[in-house]
């Protein structure tokens, strides 16, 4: 868990590259940062899978 927010916690700049100089934003955002949130969005739902097998987990033992 730590790992991930330490990857995640870096500033913007640092984890997405720049546009290049004629990239138009659809570009960018198709090419670029639309792999980044896809990641992000996979690390969530891992993470909300992972919470649920433990809620699951302490609710049975109570």
Do not use: N
């Amino acid at each position: 868990m730590e790992c991930l927010v330490a990857d995640f916690s870096v500033d913007p700049e640092e984890i997405l590259p720049e546009a290049g100089t004629l990239e138009s934003a659809k570009s960018y955002r198709e090419k670029k940062a639309k792999f980044l949130l896809a990641k992000i969005v996979q690390e969530l739902r891992s993470l909300y899978h992972k919470y649920i097998e433990l809620k699951g987990k302490f609710d049975r033992r109570l």
